[in-house]
């Protein structure tokens, strides 16, 4: 009899080839009825799966974190046998997890909003048939034979390329069977919160030479609770997109001519002005040099650094009298030249450059994304030319410096994350080793909690990503830092060390916004365009009531703009125009200008000011001193 160890150390026997499912079932009824999945010596198996030898055995609910993959899963299938019973004719293709949700691809039919309506109706009606969910294996030759019998011909071009040696686990419900690794839920009944989203779509194996498919979207949770608040979140992102706040706002514009590439508005570059001179003070206590690289480059020094073997299709090449350039996509080889000019030793290190990079990267048109995914962006990039013994050090205080930062620009929830080795990757093992240990006690030495993301550092070292939660619970990944143990010795950097040898610095990169463009779209959603009084592009506006007012209204703008925020002349103007008073105020008031100043007869005979926020809220009188006093 198999002994099997719970995760609360106790232990049980059960006979063998008895399934999780009768595990449940000897621990409570209740259990048997809640499991939807196991995890045996940490791999996750369907209930059904027989227990034929000593192991340790987690039985999963939807508590667990990770029930909602296999509900998603699961969701994706029944997403699938809708569509067959409802269009018999439809092929299907592949059904993946992803954030938030899933998708199904379908060849040989074309959606409406009308048919995922229909669908989703469908759906609901096998939930509450409570299809039991059955796990199968085959050969890859008699599955290919299996789905070709179906007429799923894209189902069994999948099968075809995988080893024929390999066995298939299939998946069927009712009268619906999939290719699946699993595991799934026990039955139907378990996927009740999900909603379909909309229809796009995706070319078969992502190559623009195939058949263009239909792609459904949909979403799923644990329960509806989460589902009322995912389907919340969206419909406030949908208020708070950032291009309509920055086109309602006069911003920024993007056009045809420019894919990807940003025209920035008076009051877009006032925001963007605001941030860089922030940052440029933070660089300046942190003791790095700002220094400016060239944009264009011979192809020759990114083949060097590994770019052009790793990164070449998503960089811009151009040539002049014979020889070929690229636009730098990021700044680090850069960044090692002006290191390698002139002897360095190691009482110069850590070395610290920082530049307000502009980079181009040749991201595919459909991916593009007002600021949040554009080809021309401007980093505020930064490396660290340092020794193995500072690598602690130097991570530690970048943490902090960050930490600071997105404190002051009104992020709180932050999650910090260690990327690591990715597949396609340059350097030794050994080396890779070295950084990510370097990191991760980097981390724990400064109390920081972090979780793992296995194989998603970048080419050339494992990073520390930091995600930031935005007002209504999104998350984005923004600032890095990164140890390189690899691009300082392609490119020949080198110091002198302690015993007159030459040794290769250890280089950090390290960015807090990622980009400029990236991070203000992440600020005006996160405001819903409200930004801060500090970062508001017009910060005041003195409104007069009739002409009688004007000189005063003129004359506090001018003395407004004598005073600071924070470093920063105060951003006002004044609005004497013969409108209305309310007109005026609502017009003021939808460009979210923090501070509307009032002025009357009363106003300009008691030389005061009557002060409400954009929000409607009214301050009362004050005398031009209180107020500044009030807003600095």
Not at 443 to 452: D, G, H, V
Request: glycine letters at 6%; a negative charge.
């Amino acid at each position: 009899m198999p002994l099997i160890t719970l995760p609360d150390g106790s232990r049980r026997e059960l006979d063998k080839n008895k399934s999780c499912l009768d595990l449940a079932a000897s621990i409570s009824p209740s259990l048997a009825k809640s499991a939807l999945a196991a995890s045996m010596d940490d791999h996750l198996v369907d209930l059904s799966t027989p227990i034929t030898d000593d192991c340790s055995v987690r039985l999963l609910t939807t508590k667990d974190p990770e029930a909602l993959e296999i509900l998603r899963h699961s969701t994706a299938h029944l997403l699938a046998q809708a569509v067959k019973q409802l269009y018999p004719n439809v092929q299907v293709t592949i059904g993946p997890v992803i954030e938030n949700g899933f998708y199904y691809d379908f060849a040989d039919i074309t959606f409406s909003d009308e048919d995922l309506a229909k669908i989703e109706k469908r759906m609901r009606e096998l939930v509450s048939q409570k299809i039991p969910v059955e796990r199968f294996t085959m050969s890859r030759d008699e599955a290919v034979a299996y789905f070709k019998s179906l007429g799923e011909h894209y189902k069994a071009e999948i099968i075809s390329d995988i080893p024929a040696e390999e066995t298939l686990s299939l998946y069927r419900q009712g009268d619906f069977t999939d290719l699946c690794r699993g595991p799934h839920v026990p039955n139907t009944s378990f996927l009740k919160s999900f909603h379909l989203m909309h229809v796009a779509g995706a070319y078969w194996r992502g190559d623009s030479k195939n058949a263009m498919l239909q792609r459904i979207y949909g979403t799923a949770w644990r329960n509806d609770e989460e589902l009322k608040a995912y389907l919340f979140m969206l419909e406030e992102a949908e208020k708070r997109d950032h291009r309509k706040i920055g086109k309602a706002l006069n911003l920024f514009h993007i056009q045809e001519d420019g894919p990807g590439m940003v025209f920035w508005h008076e009051k877009g570059w006032t925001i963007w002005q605001a941030i860089e001179q922030y940052v440029r003070n933070t660089l300046r206590k942190g003791n790095y040099q700002e220094i400016k690289t060239p944009q264009v480059l011979d192809i020759s020094l990114w083949k060097k650094s590994g770019h052009a073997d790793k990164y070449l299709e998503n960089m811009f090449l151009t040539q002049s009298e014979n020889r070929d350039y690229a636009l730098k996509p990021m700044s680090c080889p850069c960044h090692v030249q002006v290191f390698n000019q002139g002897i360095k030793s190691y009482r110069d290190l850590p070395v610290r450059y920082a530049e307000f990079g502009c980079c181009h990267r040749n991201e595919s048109s459909g991916s593009l994304h007002g600021l949040l995914r554009v080809r021309s962006m401007v980093q505020d990039d930064g490396h660290i030319f340092c020794t193995e013994d500072q690598i602690e050090t130097e991570v530690s205080q970048f943490m902090q410096s960050a930490f600071e930062l997105y404190h002051d620009f009104g992020f709180h929830d932050i999650t910090i994350k260690l990327a690591t080795r990715p597949d396609k990757r340059i350097g030794e093992d050994a080396l890779w080793d070295q950084a990510e240990h370097a990191l991760a006690e980097a981390l724990r030495k400064s109390n920081i909690p972090f979780e793992y993301l296995p194989g998603e550092g970048a080419f050339y070292g494992p990073k520390i990503e930091m995600h930031l939660k935005d007002a209504i619970g999104r998350s984005w990944q923004c600032g890095t830092v990164q140890v390189d143990p690899n691009l300082p010795a392609l490119l020949g950097a080198e110091y002198v060390a302690e015993d007159n040898t030459r040794k290769i610095p250890v280089m950090l990169h390290r960015a807090v916004l990622g980009s400029f463009e990236r991070f203000i779209g992440m600020l005006i959603e996160h405001y819903a365009g409200h930004l801060p009084l500090w970062l508001a592009p017009t910060q005041i506006v003195v409104i007069s009531i009739t002409d009688k007012q004007k000189a005063y209204v003129e004359k506090i703008t001018a003395a407004l703009k004598s005073h600071t925020i924070g470093q920063s002349p105060i951003r006002a103007i004044s609005d004497t125009r013969n409108e209305k008073m309310g007109f005026k105020i609502r017009e003021h008031t939808l460009q979210k200008v923090p501070y509307l100043i009032v002025v009357g007869d009363k106003e300009l005979e008691s030389q005061t000011l009557a002060v409400r926020t954009q929000k409607g809220e009214d301050l009362g009188t004050m005398t031009l001193e209180a107020f500044v006093d009030k807003i600095q």
